[in-house]
């Protein structure tokens, strides 16, 4: 049976120590939020980020776009937060409505504001191995975090990421082959063949596909490390990318969801959002 990666109380006890980091430094970090607020998901995901920033010290300010928002809007409203003072992050939830290109206003935030990690400019650096003071994005950081707290060391593993978005797989799978893991980056266009051969003899798969039970048990290696960066809802429950019943057999370590990268996630991106504040105030 497998240990599980208890994202949930990792990331209570990396906000706690954040709590205490915050308040020892004096500082007064600042994360403007800019969203769909018609997205629920959005809204739900914007609410919790709110809520743990609060408790830890970091105040808030929230930016909803209307509906017909064009993408010229929303880099002014960038442009407009990138040279306010007192707003130290930025985040842009994603998604924002249809007509808005989503990298686009990610690429237009100030890099050492870029909290989310998600602009080219950020991306560049973590692809060059080279990510510095510069956020990496807090999906999959926070797994890195995780596998570094469960002693896992991806250093000689074989490596397979499923799922190739800007959020999640492309920076999931630099971060792996930067701690020299030997990395598998599969999508949509894999055929499925190709993708069962990769995941047979896989040390470390971490899916994110959005397909529920996408991958299941008797797919993976004994005693791999499973990641699951999905969050579906199936029957009104939380259920993530991997057929936990069947996986958990097999795995030697296995996240749950809920539960599992999720919080981490959050505890990520308030940990990004502190050290942007400290970095700004080192360089000023
Ligand atoms: N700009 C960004 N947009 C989006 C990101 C992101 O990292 N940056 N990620 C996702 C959603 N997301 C954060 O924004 C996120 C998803 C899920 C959770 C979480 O803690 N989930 C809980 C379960 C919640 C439930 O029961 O519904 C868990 O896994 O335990 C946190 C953050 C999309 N957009």
Same mark, same amino acid.
């Given at each position: 049976m497998a240990t599980i990666l208890d994202g949930k109380a990792l990331s209570k006890d990396l906000k706690i120590a954040l709590a205490d980091k915050v308040r020892e430094s004096g500082l007064s970090p600042k994360l403007a939020v800019v969203f769909d607020p018609k997205n629920d998901g959005s809204r739900l995901y914007v609410g919790m980020k709110q809520r743990a920033a609060a408790k830890v010290g970091i105040a808030t300010e929230d930016i909803a776009v209307a509906d017909d928002v064009t993408t010229e809007a929303v880099l002014k409203i960038v442009a407009d937060l990138n040279a306010?003072?007192?707003?130290?992050g930025i985040l842009v939830q %994603?998604?924002?409505?249809? %007509? /808005?290109n989503d990298q686009q206003v990610f690429s237009a935030i100030a890099p050492e504001k870029d909290v989310d990690g998600l602009g080219a400019f950020n991306q560049g650096m973590l692809f060059g191995d080279q990510p510095g003071e510069y956020a990496v994005a807090a999906t999959p950081q926070g797994v890195m975090t995780m596998l570094k707290h469960y002693d896992i060391?991806?250093?000689?593993k074989k490596a397979v990421v499923v799922g190739r978005s800007q959020l999640f797989g492309r920076p999931m799978a630099a971060l792996l082959n930067n701690a020299n893991a030997t990395v598998t980056l599969a999508h949509r266009y894999t055929p499925r063949e190709m993708l069962l051969d990769s995941l047979k003899d896989a040390d470390i798969v971490v899916v994110g /596909?959005?397909? %529920?039970?996408?991958?299941?048990?008797?797919q993976i290696k004994d005693g791999a490390v499973l990641v699951d960066v999905g969050m579906n809802v199936v029957d009104g429950k939380a259920t993530g990318d991997i057929e936990f019943a069947s996986a958990e057999k097999k795995a030697s370590f296995i996240t749950p969801v809920?539960?599992?990268?999720g919080p981490m996630t959050i505890a990520t991106l308030l940990e990004n959002t502190f050290a942007a504040a400290l970095n700004q105030e080192k360089n000023q």
């Amino acid at each position: 049976m497998a240990t599980i990666l208890d994202g949930k109380a990792l990331s209570k006890d990396l906000k706690i120590a954040l709590a205490d980091k915050v308040r020892e430094s004096g500082l007064s970090p600042k994360l403007a939020v800019v969203f769909d607020p018609k997205n629920d998901g959005s809204r739900l995901y914007v609410g919790m980020k709110q809520r743990a920033a609060a408790k830890v010290g970091i105040a808030t300010e929230d930016i909803a776009v209307a509906d017909d928002v064009t993408t010229e809007a929303v880099l002014k409203i960038v442009a407009d937060l990138n040279a306010d003072p007192s707003v130290t992050g930025i985040l842009v939830q %994603a998604p924002l409505p249809e %007509a /808005v290109n989503d990298q686009q206003v990610f690429s237009a935030i100030a890099p050492e504001k870029d909290v989310d990690g998600l602009g080219a400019f950020n991306q560049g650096m973590l692809f060059g191995d080279q990510p510095g003071e510069y956020a990496v994005a807090a999906t999959p950081q926070g797994v890195m975090t995780m596998l570094k707290h469960y002693d896992i060391d991806p250093y000689g593993k074989k490596a397979v990421v499923v799922g190739r978005s800007q959020l999640f797989g492309r920076p999931m799978a630099a971060l792996l082959n930067n701690a020299n893991a030997t990395v598998t980056l599969a999508h949509r266009y894999t055929p499925r063949e190709m993708l069962l051969d990769s995941l047979k003899d896989a040390d470390i798969v971490v899916v994110g /596909v959005g397909i %529920a039970n996408f991958i299941t048990g008797d797919q993976i290696k004994d005693g791999a490390v499973l990641v699951d960066v999905g969050m579906n809802v199936v029957d009104g429950k939380a259920t993530g990318d991997i057929e936990f019943a069947s996986a958990e057999k097999k795995a030697s370590f296995i996240t749950p969801v809920p539960g599992g990268v999720g919080p981490m996630t959050i505890a990520t991106l308030l940990e990004n959002t502190f050290a942007a504040a400290l970095n700004q105030e080192k360089n000023q």
